[in-house]
């Protein structure tokens, strides 16, 4: 049970159990945008972080029309001291909720042709950096003894894929490290929940040039998520359900070759885009 109810409004007793401030990585487009505004309608203040200002401006214009106070921080997460900006950041807030939503795939290569350092970049968004953070601020959490950390995954998580398989792996390791933390941090009070997406309309999908016909809603899968934050450790959006259960079959050579096929002949390429 979450003890969060939908309604038209959006989730209710979200703030008493996550507030009164919400951290959201990742929080200038798309489901990002999205979480941010769901979060400004229910009451609380919000920390934006992103690469590109203008954009994270005009999510923070969004929330401050909901009579919510905002930060932004235009940063490059994949910069060494990107944690140590956050943490400093929200050093004089009472945080409550950490939303880590960055992490969509930004290299595609066979891997023995790999550009390592482009490797270990789709790492440390998706792994090093959230890592980083929820040791941080998730022990600020657990101090306090109440509060929620959500973190963003993938259906590319639950198999492998040829090109972009450090991403799926990413996802997948990120999918199992936050399972860990459910149990560890759902002792002291603090909610922890991996949600997964399925193809999702989001700008990054847009300028990656993805036929993005039937693609989740930005909104939806927010509102899912922040739903979902007190029934851990893993939410799949429902219109992927069905996806992760195949995925999650034995017959891993079936699957996941199976798999690599379907996603050819779909997309009339040689690989398969990330999903
Ligand atoms: N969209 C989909 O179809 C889909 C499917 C499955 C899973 N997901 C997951 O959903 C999450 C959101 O994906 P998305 O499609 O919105 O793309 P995304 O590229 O992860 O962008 C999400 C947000 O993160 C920020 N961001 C990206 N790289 C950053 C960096 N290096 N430093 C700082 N901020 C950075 C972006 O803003 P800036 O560009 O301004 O930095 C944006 O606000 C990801 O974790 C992704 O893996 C998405």
Same mark, same amino acid.
């Given at each position: 049970?979450?003890?969060?109810?939908?309604?038209?409004?959006?989730?209710?007793?979200?703030?008493?159990?996550?507030?009164?401030?919400?951290?959201?990585?990742?929080?200038?487009?798309?489901?990002?945008?999205?979480?941010?505004?769901?979060?400004?309608?229910?009451?609380?203040?919000?920390?934006?972080?992103?690469?590109?200002?203008?954009?994270?401006?005009?999510?923070?214009?969004?929330?401050? =029309?909901?009579?919510?106070?905002?930060?932004?921080?235009?940063?490059?997460?994949?910069?060494?001291?990107?944690? =140590?900006?956050?943490?400093?950041?929200?050093?004089?807030?009472?945080?409550?909720?950490?939303?880590?939503?960055?992490?969509?795939?930004?290299?595609?290569?066979?891997?023995?042709?790999?550009?390592?350092?482009?490797?270990?970049?789709?790492?440390?968004?998706?792994?090093?950096?959230?890592?980083?953070?929820?040791?941080?601020?998730?022990?600020?959490?657990?101090?306090?003894?109440?509060?929620?950390?959500?973190?963003?995954?993938?259906?590319?998580?639950?198999?492998?894929?040829?090109?972009?398989?450090?991403?799926?792996?990413?996802?997948?390791?990120?999918?199992?490290?936050?399972?860990?933390?459910?149990?560890?941090?759902?002792?002291?009070?603090?909610?922890?929940?991996?949600?997964?997406?399925?193809?999702?309309?989001?700008?990054?999908?847009?300028?990656?040039?993805?036929?993005?016909?039937?693609?989740?809603?930005?909104?939806?899968?927010?509102?899912?998520?922040?739903?979902?934050?007190?029934?851990?450790?893993?939410?799949?959006?429902?219109?992927?359900?069905?996806?992760?259960?195949?995925?999650?079959?034995?017959?891993?050579?079936?699957?996941? =070759?199976?798999?690599?096929?379907?996603?050819?002949?779909?997309?009339?390429?040689?690989?398969?885009?990330?999903?």
């Amino acid at each position: 049970m979450t003890g969060l109810e939908r309604s038209g409004e959006g989730v209710t007793g979200l703030l008493e159990r996550y507030g009164p401030w919400a951290l959201v990585v990742g929080g200038s487009e798309g489901v990002g945008a999205a979480f941010a505004d769901q979060l400004a309608r229910a009451g609380f203040g919000v920390v934006l972080v992103a690469r590109k200002p203008e954009a994270l401006e005009e999510v923070a214009e969004r929330v401050r =029309a909901h009579g919510a106070p905002c930060r932004v921080l235009a940063l490059d997460l994949l910069d060494a001291d990107a944690t =140590a900006r956050i943490v400093e950041a929200v050093a004089d807030l009472d945080l409550g909720l950490l939303v880590l939503n960055a992490g969509a795939n930004t290299y595609r290569s066979r891997f023995v042709e790999a550009d390592l350092a482009r490797v270990q970049a789709v790492i440390d968004l998706n792994v090093t950096r959230p890592l980083e953070l929820c040791r941080e601020l998730g022990a600020r959490l657990a101090a306090r003894g109440r509060g929620g950390i959500l973190v963003v995954g993938s259906t590319a998580g639950y198999l492998g894929h040829a090109d972009i398989g450090i991403y799926a792996a990413a996802k997948a390791f990120a999918r199992i490290f936050t399972e860990g933390l459910w149990l560890e941090l759902g002792q002291v009070g603090v909610d922890v929940l991996h949600l997964v997406l399925g193809l999702t309309a989001t700008p990054a999908m847009e300028r990656a040039g993805l036929d993005l016909t039937g693609a989740a809603d930005p909104a939806d899968v927010a509102a899912q998520g922040l739903a979902a934050l007190g029934a851990g450790p893993v939410h799949v959006v429902r219109q992927q359900a069905e996806v992760v259960a195949r995925r999650s079959a034995l017959d891993r050579a079936v699957l996941v =070759a199976g798999n690599y096929s379907g996603m050819r002949a779909m997309l009339g390429r040689p690989s398969p885009d990330p999903d």
